[in-house]
């Protein structure tokens, strides 16, 4: 822990698009992306089962993007573990920007968050659990990550013993994501996108961004663009502090945890953090207090088991074949 001068730096961004089907969310963060990536590769994370690729011979989308875009396919079930597991793979790849859709699956589709408190009988603690480490993930990823969000139509119930009328009220609150609403706050842009107009109104910026959304617009490649100026106009990062920041979030977590992570890190990124934070991350994941993890559920059987999922969810402690080196 230091006190050092504040400065502004290139960091990998997180932004997101919502709005109900149909409304253009997928064809505005490609276009938005192709202007976000610094050499036009990008990558989508595909739970809508191919829709992204309907793009893929569009001329506008092909005209921002020469190169097309590359697709993971990621069918149910859609636990936040599988959606970490599409973050490591785009990234060991060597990605730059990474498009999510849909976010909302990991909260409310097969085998996503909802479906992992209804098992626990209504008890929300591992699912919220889940869901943070899949945003601490995408926080700490190398990569511009956007999310593409389904949207609908919410209203807010008063009861009548709280209205001030002494009836039931409904409180219109317009069309909001299907997502927890915390994983809103590390977003740096959040846009609406209107499903008659296809334009897109930013909701959350950054203060010295407003200047590029003043209106509602119709996205472009230009608009990711001038985020990207933007941003590689602040100090760079060492190109391993991602790294770092991964893996002392792995530490943290336990002993298990971290040797899983270790373990899976390339030689490069091995020797990086040998020369650097490894013994003190090893430390670290050793005085962490493990609660006994309680037999396997039927949902945690249920995910690993599904035909639907072409990949079992891992356990959050795995057994490890070689220990930390």
Same mark, same amino acid.
């Given at each position: 822990?230091?006190?050092?001068?504040?400065?502004?730096?290139?960091?990998?961004?997180?932004?997101?698009?919502?709005?109900?089907?149909?409304?253009?969310?997928?064809?505005?963060?490609?276009?938005?992306?192709?202007?976000?990536?610094?050499?036009?590769?990008?990558?989508?994370?595909?739970?809508?089962?191919?829709?992204?690729?309907?793009?893929?011979?569009?001329?506008?989308?092909?005209?921002?993007?020469?190169?097309?875009?590359?697709?993971?396919?990621?069918?149910?079930?859609?636990?936040?573990?599988?959606?970490?597991?599409?973050?490591?793979?785009?990234?060991?790849?060597?990605?730059?920007?990474?498009?999510?859709?849909?976010?909302?699956?990991?909260?409310?589709?097969?085998?996503?968050?909802?479906?992992?408190?209804?098992?626990?009988?209504?008890?929300?603690?591992?699912?919220?659990?889940?869901?943070?480490?899949?945003?601490?993930?995408?926080?700490?990823?190398?990569?511009?990550?956007?999310?593409? +969000?389904?949207?609908? !139509?919410?209203? *807010?119930?008063?009861?009548? &013993?709280?209205?001030?009328? /002494?009836?039931? #009220? %409904?409180?219109?609150?317009?069309?909001?994501?299907?997502?927890?609403?915390?994983?809103?706050?590390?977003?740096?842009?959040?846009?609406?996108?209107?499903?008659?107009?296809?334009?897109?109104?930013?909701?959350?910026?950054?203060?010295?961004?407003?200047?590029?959304?003043?209106?509602?617009?119709?996205?472009?490649?230009?608009?990711?663009?001038?985020?990207?100026?933007?941003?590689?106009?602040?100090?760079? +990062?060492?190109?391993? !502090?991602?790294? *770092?920041?991964?893996?002392? &979030?792995?530490?943290?977590? /336990?002993?298990? #945890? %971290?040797?899983?992570?270790?373990?899976?890190?390339?030689?490069?990124?091995?020797?990086?953090?040998?020369?650097?934070?490894?013994?003190?991350?090893?430390?670290?994941?050793?005085?962490?207090?493990?609660?006994?993890?309680?037999?396997?559920?039927?949902?945690?059987?249920?995910?690993?088991?599904?035909?639907?999922?072409?990949?079992?969810?891992?356990?959050?402690?795995?057994?490890?074949?070689?220990?930390?080196?």
């Amino acid at each position: 822990m230091e006190i050092k001068k504040a400065v502004r730096r290139a960091l990998p961004l997180q932004l997101a698009f919502y709005a109900p089907s149909g409304a253009g969310k997928t064809f505005s963060a490609l276009l938005f992306a192709a202007g976000l990536s610094p050499n036009g590769k990008v990558v989508v994370v595909d739970t809508e089962r191919g829709r992204a690729s309907l793009y893929a011979d569009n001329k506008k989308i092909l005209a921002a993007l020469p190169g097309g875009f590359d697709v993971i396919e990621l069918d149910a079930p859609y636990h936040p573990q599988r959606y970490i597991e599409a973050l490591d793979l785009a990234e060991s790849q060597g990605y730059r920007v990474c498009i999510v859709d849909s976010g909302s699956d990991s909260w409310d589709g097969p085998g996503g968050c909802s479906d992992l408190a209804e098992k626990a009988k209504g008890m929300w603690a591992g699912a919220k659990l889940w869901n943070k480490r899949m945003m601490t993930r995408a926080a700490l990823s190398d990569m511009h990550v956007i999310w593409c +969000l389904k949207a609908q !139509e919410k209203t *807010k119930i008063i009861d009548k &013993a709280k209205s001030g009328t /002494g009836k039931q #009220e %409904y409180i219109d609150l317009g069309v909001l994501p299907i997502w927890e609403k915390n994983n809103l706050f590390p977003q740096l842009l959040v846009f609406s996108v209107d499903p008659t107009t296809h334009v897109s109104t930013v909701k959350k910026c950054h203060d010295d961004l407003w200047q590029f959304f003043t209106e509602p617009k119709l996205i472009t490649k230009a608009d990711g663009e001038k985020i990207r100026q933007w941003n590689e106009g602040g100090k760079q +990062l060492d190109p391993h !502090e991602q790294l *770092k920041k991964r893996a002392r &979030a792995a530490a943290e977590i /336990g002993l298990a #945890e %971290y040797t899983a992570f270790y373990q899976a890190c390339s030689p490069s990124d091995k020797k990086a953090l040998k020369d650097s934070t490894h013994e003190e991350n090893k430390r670290i994941a050793a005085t962490v207090v493990v609660v006994e993890a309680e037999p396997e559920s039927d949902l945690e059987r249920d995910l690993r088991t599904n035909p639907l999922g072409p990949q079992p969810v891992q356990k959050l402690i795995d057994e490890m074949e070689e220990p930390v080196g």
